[in-house]
């Protein structure tokens, strides 16, 4: 069963900054993630960034859209990785906060 959830992390960079950082900092999140994460797919349309990867043998599908104030992610967890929803809410959430921290 498909676990849905949605990670909303404000801001204070303005939204072309966020999406610079974003963009920057997305494979650093995922190496983060130990070798678990594999194969991800991402594109750009705007500011909205659509996303499909690899852990545990299961595809994770999201979209992060990219605002002036915050940054909203939808995620789809399926199986296993839905069981764990919340802490890997916990996870995107501190290290997207630290990734947008106004510096």
């Known amino acids: 069963m498909s676990q849905p959830i949605t990670i909303t992390i404000p801001h204070q960079l303005g939204a072309a900054e966020a999406r610079r ?6 494979g650093q999140l995922i190496g983060q993630a130990g070798g678990v994460i594999k194969n991800v797919d991402k594109a750009w349309d705007g500011d909205v960034l659509r996303f499909s990867t690899q852990a545990m ?30 802490k890997v809410t916990g996870q ?11 510096k």
């Open 57 to 86: 043998g299961q595809t994770i599908t999201g979209v992060l859209h990219v605002l002036d104030q915050s940054v909203r992610m939808d995620l789809v967890l399926p199986g296993l990785l839905g069981m764990i929803a919340g």
């Open 21 to 26: 950082r974003i963009e920057e900092g997305f």
């Open 92 to 102: 995107v959430k501190k290290q997207g906060t630290l990734l947008l921290e106004k």
